[in-house]
């Protein structure tokens, strides 16, 4: 408490520091001591005027910044700051001294000092001081990020890469020279877009290119063309980064080699390719039998009947039996056909896509009284390879399937448009719709594939399908395909 009663305030807590003065005035280091005590530093400091006295005392302990003097007998700042950065080169460095000369205070700057205060105006040194150390501890904090970084991008299974703002390579890591095929760390830093095979190096470059312009998030497959011309599919997804002021600096990303992911889809397609083309020639050998052979013979068998009911003729219970039979034979006739239609209409492989689905709208909506509407635009006698005829006519065939079963609507349109470069069929319907994601997501364990099927079809001949829903709002069913010119 002081003499007018007032309780004392606690004094601030004082702020360590290992100082370093290389100076050759002891009045000078006395002086400036007194400054750095005043401005609250609790100070641990040794004055040498020599380079070797200087490199002995680094050796000797840890210092938190060094002030030199510029003009000594023997010594002055620059070669001070050379031997402070050959021995603590992370250690913040002050100039504090007379008149130095613009020159000399620039030479200074670039070299690496943090900051020079005249001996006239030692009042600044402590906020100088301040500031070099926070720097200084910026510097550390960056430093040890980037080590973090260094080792773990080291030890990443996934390639890890950097960016300049022009989308240049600045750093890559092993795997990512792995990955590229790549023998030394040099090898690496270059424009990585001429790695990318020709075949998709236009789109991949595009895209990149977009990216680095807009500063945006950058993510792609596309497949290498290593050195010895063997290929390798990669995933690379990249973050933009942008500095404190939100200008795009460069991207940081990772590729990761997908070939063993993109071999084993492939064999799969393969795979399911074969099995869909031997279903498909299964339908169309069985249709044929049936509509051949068991059509041949029921058709004898009516003939028989027709042939049988002259002599019958009456109303006798013979007469009666005699036509239920002739009833039951043209009811078969006409399952056996339209299950031969259903199995592989002929239509498809004789008249094409546009003519087979006509006929089979036309059919399904006799069938199930449904009111189905079916437009063709564009050329609409235009033949289309057999396996994508397929695939257009299985999905239509799925979908009316799914709308008969499902959708509780009364009205179902389907429209064929052929373009010049493209084909694409609609399915749309007014029933109670679905939640698209909701279904999807549950087609593993509810047992309903005909969803996957569709996609997987369309996958298989490069056709885009997509399905558009709402509950109580009708689904539409989208397949489309480019036509090669």
Known sequence: MNRHGIPDQPLPRRRPLRALLVEDCESDAILITHELKHGGYELVHERVETAEAMAAALKKQAWDIVLSDHNMPHFNSLDAMATLKKHEPNVPFIIVS???????????????????????????????????????????????????????????PAGVFLTDAKGSVTYTNPRWRTIFGLASRDDGIREWT?????????????QWNS?????????????LRLADGSPRWVYTRASAMHDEHGKYAGHVGTITDITERKQAE??????????????EDECRRVSVE?????????????????????????????????????????????????????????????????????RYVEECSQRSGLAVDFHV????????????????????????????????????????????????????????????GKVMNSINSSGRLGLLGMQERAALVGAKFNIESTPDAGTTVFLSRTLEA
């Not at 043209?330 to 199995?343: C, F, G, T």
């Not at 009316?400 to 319907?429: C, F, G, M, P, W």
Request: with cysteine.
């Open 290 to 358: 049936l509509h051949d052979q068991m059509g041949q013979g029921l058709t004898a068998l009516m003939l028989g009947l027709n042939a049988l009911q002259a002599p019958k003729a009456g109303k006798g219970p013979d007469a009666r039996q005699l036509q239920q039979l002739q009833e039951l034979a043209n009811d078969l006739m006409s399952r056996v056909h339209r299950l031969a239609w259903e199995l592989r209409p002929a239509a498809l492989d004789d008249l094409g896509l546009a003519s087979a689905l006509k």
């Open 211 to 223: 990216c680095v312009r807009e500063g945006r998030e950058y993510e792609q497959e596309f497949c």
């Open 377 to 436: 635009s564009g050329l609409a006698d235009q033949r289309l390879q057999p396996s994508i005829e397929t695939t257009f006519y299985r999905v239509v065939q799925e979908a009316l399937t799914n709308v008969i079963k499902h959708a509780q609507a009364n009205r179902v349109s389907v429209l064929l448009d052929y373009r010049r470069d493209s084909v694409l069929v609609i399915v749309e319907d007014n029933g109670k719709g679905f939640d698209v």
């Open 194 to 206: 001429q790695a990318v095979h020709p075949q998709d190096r236009a789109r991949v470059v595009e």
């Open 98 to 156: 007379g008149a130095i000369g613009e020159e000399t205070t620039v030479i200074a700057v670039k070299g690496g000092a943090a900051d020079y205060v005249s001996k006239s105006k030692l009042a600044h040194l402590s906020s100088a001081v301040e500031r070099a150390l926070r720097e200084a501890d910026q510097r550390r904090a960056l430093r040890e990020s980037e080590e973090v970084f260094r080792k773990l991008s080291e030890c990443s």
């Open 266 to 279: 492939e064999a799969r397609a393969h795979l399911v390719q074969k099995l869909i083309t031997a279903q």
